[in-house]
Each structure stands twice: as structure tokens, then as C-alpha cells.
């Protein structure tokens, strides 16, 4: 997260730009032993949701890939 803020301020000024968020699809299987993990990664795809909407004026799009 530490890099897309400084890769915000660089988006924003271009007025243009793509962020692409990767994580494993076992997140939304949730299995007990990785309760943390899927929180972490579920907190992760409200915050790309969140930048797409804030960005769209700047069209700079944001997407959540889910590998695997």
C-alpha cells in the first residue's frame, strides 16, 4: 500500500493511469486456517474498490485480479 500512495500523486498529475491490485482466489473460500490472510485480502479488494471510485475524475482506473 506503501506504493500506491507514492504512485497516486505520479497518476493523478498524468491525469491518467492503471493500478492492478493481484491476489490468490483463496480468500473468497475462506478457510478456517487462513482466517487472517482472507481478512487482509478482503480488506484489500474494499481498498482497490475505494481508489477506483476516488480516481475516476482522474481516469485512473484501479482493478483487483484474483490469480489462481
Do not use: H, Q
Not at 481498498?47 to 484501479?62: G, H, M, P
Amino acid at each position: 500500500l506503501i506504493f500506491s500512495k507514492l504512485a497516486l500523486g505520479y497518476l493523478k498529475s498524468r491525469k491518467k493511469g492503471r493500478m492492478l491490485y493481484l491476489c490468490p482466489r483463496t480468500f473468497l473460500e475462506g478457510r478456517p486456517e487462513d482466517a487472517l490472510g482472507a481478512a487482509s485480502r478482503a480488506g484489500l479488494y474494499e481498498f482497490v474498490k475505494a481508489i477506483s471510485n476516488e480516481l475516476k475524475s482522474d481516469n485512473v482506473t484501479a482493478n483487483f485480479i484474483e490469480i489462481g
